[in-house]
């Protein structure tokens, strides 16, 4: 039976890997910041399933938790057939308005710890012969959005290389791409959900198994559902000044993004 470690496994879309990898017959290993919460999702996948799900609490914007999960994807005796990248955190500010402390930490998040992670697991697939990784990215990738854009478009480029030099090798590396998707992900960054129309919104589920559908076909990139692939394809041509939105109304002077007080 083979492995797949999941990041930010306990909610969103990293609960959904988790789910239907267990229903495929992977053993789990599941990383998040929460080890209760862990400890609660694993028991509950191994009563349904009857897999083996081991918890691995790691907060990966720091680089002690990033190290325990680089020496477990390492470890030779347990090998780890897929690796999900799917840990993630949001902004609501613009750059300019957020910390440079939590900027530092996005970037961490999406781009050094998604490329230390894989970097560790590819040693051992290589050697293998076989292995998936799965990146989730977004379709904000293809849009000028501000820094989690450009996070979610490295995590894009690199997959699409990645899956150009390795799938000969027997390594099969994707980004999925969604859009909004029905988690906690923007009730924890404080977003107004309904500034998105109902039609913008998708299932978890839908999500994740199309993307592994996807990558299981060794395609480098998947965007879950026909509208999200023709706004894809439609940034690709219009001008920036239209995809990246309306512009905010800057905020007056000493006035920050958090409650003044």
């Known amino acids: 039976m083979t492995t797949a470690l999941i990041t930010g496994a306990t909610a969103g879309l990293g609960a ?12 789990l290993v599941l990383v998040a910041r929460d080890g209760e919460r862990l400890q609660t999702t694993a028991a509950a996948l191994e009563r349904r399933y009857g897999t083996t799900a081991e918890v691995l609490p790691a907060d990966l914007t720091d680089d002690a938790g990033v190290a325990a999960v680089v020496a477990r994807l390492s470890d030779a ?26 900027e530092r930490n996005h970037l961490k998040l999406h781009v050094q710890t998604a490329m230390e992670l894989s970097h560790a697991a590819l040693q051992g697939m290589l050697e293998r012969g076989s292995g998936r990784i799965i990146n989730v990215a977004s379709v904000a990738a293809f849009l000028p959005r501000g820094s989690y854009s450009a996070a979610k478009a490295w995590l894009l480029t690199f997959s699409r290389w990645a899956n150009l ?26 977003m107004d959900k309904s500034v998105a129309p109902g ?6 589920g839908r999500v994740v198994r199309e993307g592994l559908a996807d990558n299981a076909r060794g395609k480098a990139v998947s965007i879950p559902t ?6 894809a394809a439609a940034a ?3 001008p920036d000044k239209i995809t ?7 905020k007056a002077p000493g006035e920050n993004s958090a409650a003044n007080g």
């Open 236 to 238: 690709r041509i219009l």
């Open 244 to 250: 990246a939105g309306p512009p905010r109304k800057p």
């Open 165 to 190: 030099a390795y799938s000969p090798r027997g390594v099969k590396v994707t980004a999925v791409c969604p859009g909004f998707v029905h988690t906690e992900f923007h009730d924890r960054m404080g």
């Open 16 to 27: 959904e890997f988790a789910r239907q990898l267990a229903e495929q017959g992977h053993d």
């Open 226 to 231: 026909k509208r999200y692939k023709v706004l």
């Open 77 to 102: 005796a347990r090998p780890v057939e897929v690796l999900v990248n799917n840990a993630g955190m949001g902004l609501l500010e613009d750059f300019d308005r957020n910390s440079i402390e939590d």
């Open 199 to 204: 039609w913008t919104w998708l299932r978890a």
